[in-house]
C-alpha cells in the first residue's frame, strides 16, 4: 500500500499535469471555458475535458443536437472536443506514478481502496488548482464549474457532492447539478 508521502507525490503530479492542460487548452484556444473536468475512468489513468461556449455551440451545429438534449451536452464531457486534450503531452509523470502504484496490487485493491484514493487525489488536485486561481477568482469564478467525473457515471451521487465541495453556490453550478441528478 501507498504511504501519505506517496499520496502527496500523486496530488502534485496532477496538479503538475491539470495545470499544464488547462492552461494550454486556454491559450491554444483563446476561447471562452464554463467547464473544466477531470475524469478518471476504468482504464485507471486520469485526462481532463473541458467545454468552451464556442465548442459547445460548433458542437450543436456539426452534431445536430436536437433541443431537448442540448442542456445535457453542455456538460458531456466525453463527448468535448477537448476530451483528452494534453494527455499526452502532459501526463507521462502521473502515469508513470500510477502504474507504479499498482504494481503488486490485486484488482480488488486496485479497483476498491486505490481507486478511491485516486478519485481523492484528482478531487484535491482540482481543488488546490482552484486556489490558485486557475479557474478564476470572484465572479469570474462563478460562471466556471470545476469537477472530478469517473466514466462511466458513479450513479452513487459522487459526481454531485464533488460539484458541491469543488465550486462556490452559483446558477451555472445548479444547471450542472441538474444533470448529476
Same mark, same amino acid.
Request: charged share 35%; glycine share 6%; proline share 3%.
Given at each position: 500500500?501507498?504511504?501519505?508521502?506517496?499520496?502527496?507525490?500523486?496530488?502534485?503530479?496532477?496538479?503538475?499535469?491539470?495545470?499544464?492542460?488547462? *492552461?494550454?487548452?486556454? &491559450?491554444?484556444?483563446?476561447?471562452?471555458?464554463?467547464?473544466?473536468?477531470?475524469? $478518471?475512468?476504468?482504464?485507471?489513468?486520469?485526462?481532463?475535458? /473541458?467545454?468552451?461556449? !464556442? /465548442?459547445?455551440?460548433?458542437?450543436?451545429? &456539426?452534431?445536430?443536437?436536437?433541443? !431537448?438534449?442540448?442542456?445535457?451536452?453542455?456538460?458531456?464531457?466525453?463527448?468535448?472536443?477537448?476530451?483528452?486534450?494534453?494527455? @499526452?503531452? $502532459?501526463?507521462?509523470?502521473?502515469?508513470?506514478?500510477?502504474?507504479?502504484? /499498482?504494481?503488486?496490487?490485486?484488482?480488488? &485493491?486496485?479497483?476498491?481502496?486505490?481507486?478511491?484514493?485516486?478519485?481523492?487525489?484528482?478531487?484535491?488536485?482540482?481543488?488546490?488548482? @482552484?486556489?490558485?486561481?486557475?479557474?478564476?477568482?470572484?465572479?469570474? %469564478?462563478? %460562471?466556471?464549474?470545476?469537477?472530478?467525473?469517473?466514466?462511466?457515471?458513479?450513479?452513487?451521487?459522487?459526481?454531485?457532492?464533488? /460539484?458541491? %465541495? *469543488?465550486?462556490?453556490?452559483?446558477?451555472?453550478?445548479?444547471?450542472? *447539478?441538474?444533470?448529476?441528478?
Amino acid at each position: 500500500m501507498c504511504t501519505e508521502k506517496d499520496n502527496e507525490e500523486l496530488i502534485e503530479a496532477l496538479v503538475k499535469a491539470a495545470r499544464a492542460a488547462f *492552461l494550454s487548452l486556454k &491559450e491554444t484556444t483563446k476561447e471562452h471555458f464554463y467547464f473544466y473536468v477531470f475524469i $478518471f475512468d476504468e482504464g485507471l489513468h486520469p485526462y481532463i475535458s /473541458a467545454w468552451s461556449y !464556442e /465548442a459547445l455551440e460548433k458542437s450543436i451545429i &456539426e452534431q445536430q443536437i436536437p433541443d !431537448e438534449e442540448k442542456s445535457w451536452w453542455k456538460w458531456d464531457s466525453a463527448d468535448s472536443p477537448y476530451a483528452d486534450y494534453g494527455y @499526452d503531452e $502532459f501526463f507521462g509523470e502521473v502515469n508513470e506514478l500510477l502504474d507504479k502504484r /499498482a504494481d503488486g496490487l490485486s484488482d480488488d &485493491e486496485l479497483y476498491g481502496i486505490e481507486w478511491g484514493v485516486r478519485i481523492d487525489s484528482m478531487e484535491e488536485a482540482m481543488k488546490r488548482l @482552484d486556489g490558485s486561481g486557475l479557474f478564476g477568482t470572484g465572479k469570474e %469564478r462563478e %460562471r466556471v464549474v470545476i469537477n472530478v467525473e469517473q466514466a462511466p457515471p458513479d450513479g452513487d451521487g459522487s459526481e454531485y457532492s464533488r /460539484a458541491l %465541495r *469543488l465550486n462556490p453556490y452559483s446558477a451555472l453550478l445548479s444547471e450542472y *447539478l441538474e444533470t448529476c441528478e
